[in-house]
């Protein structure tokens, strides 16, 4: 094939795909790009600060006592404990949806109770996951992911320089341009940058929407070979004084004197047979380093066993493939400058869009 005839092609598939999906891949990467600051937004928003002391938090009890006092309808789940300056998030299931309660964890005061399905912060998680459509915008947006994908690759095979004379002007912008000029650049400079950096997002995007993809790479991994245990409480050692409290007090108490920098998540176990599990969670919320822990609820005895969530130096390949997709697509492995890292690159993905239809509408009218 002629080289003409092939960038001819590249070109009609970058450009009739863009316009395709352009409108709605700048609303996927814009709320994405707004949605990477999560953790900072939500700390403000939801009340999550608490001055530091020199005192221990008070038990997993208490503060599920004070919650069920004032939140009677919430049924307590797991509670993190996230630091001396941070509020404790309690995980509460209600009808049709969840909450998390935001407590001081040195006085058990509610400091926030947020409905995860109500406010803005939940409606931009869901404008990025789904356009707020629910499970067809889900669709959708694995789709448009896709064809982003596509988006990317022929965008790079169209910037590269071919010429050496032509090299300098494709990895900087002069300001000084003409405006169509300089839209242009910032179509194919920006463009380029964003896309080092962009197709990895894109591509961790891409394995969450499609399920035969996550195969490929269990099979790939061996995961589908694997056959994981169910941690159990042995109910044989339940006793008639039994208190469900005691050990999830005392467990607690153990990893947060272990553990002071890190962030300690425990399950209040639901039903007779449940473990109580206890993670513990690095501080920026890698998703790939968590370690995971099964205790007997009766004996509080640590489980053993060939467990999926496991500690993360024992976990499997796929485990650890799929928490790696978590952190890089959230910026998490580079901690705050990841997470800005992530979002100038969506914010600048969002922009290529409204430069490349007016590349195209200058052409059309020209």
Known sequence: MKKGLFKRIIHNIHLYV???????????????????????????????SVVAQDEPFVSVSELRAKLTQKFPEGDFRAVTFQGKSSAAKVLVYAPGTYYYAFMNPYTGGIQHLQNMKEGWLNHLKSLHRNL??????????????????????????????????RRK????INLRSRPVKLNYDLHNVLGFYASCIGIFTILTGIFWGFEPIRNGL???????????????????????????????????????VKFPDRRVR?????????????????????????????????TGA??????????????????????????IHLGNLG????????????LVLASLPITGFIIWWGKRNA
């Open 18 to 48: 863009g316009l395709t999906i352009g409108l709605l891949f700048f609303i996927i990467a814009f709320s994405g790009a707004l949605y990477a600051w999560d953790a900072e937004i939500s700390h403000r928003i939801y009340k999550q």
């Open 132 to 165: 707020l459509l629910g499970d067809v915008g889900r669709v959708i947006v694995h789709w448009v992911t896709l064809l982003s994908f596509f988006m990317v690759l022929t965008g790079l095979v169209l910037w590269w320089p071919h010429r050496k004379s």
């Open 169 to 172: 002007y494709h990895f900087a």
């Open 218 to 256: 269990k099979i790939l991994t061996q995961e589908n070979e694997v056959v994981y245990d169910i941690p159990v409480s042995g109910i044989e050692s339940k006793t008639l004084d039994y208190d469900p409290n005691q050990k999830v007090d005392s467990l607690a108490t153990a990893f947060l």
């Open 266 to 298: 425990i399950s209040y176990p639901h039903k007779e047979t449940d473990a109580i599990q206890l993670a513990v969670i690095h501080p920026q919320e890698l998703v790939y380093s968590t370690d995971h822990y099964h205790f007997d609820q009766y």
């Open 302 to 327: 640590l489980l053993q066993g060939n467990f999926q969530n496991e500690l993360h130096s024992r976990a499997s390949a796929f485990t650890t493939l799929n928490g790696l997709v978590y952190d």
């Open 335 to 346: 901690h705050f400058l990841g997470r800005l890292l992530v979002s100038l690159t969506a």
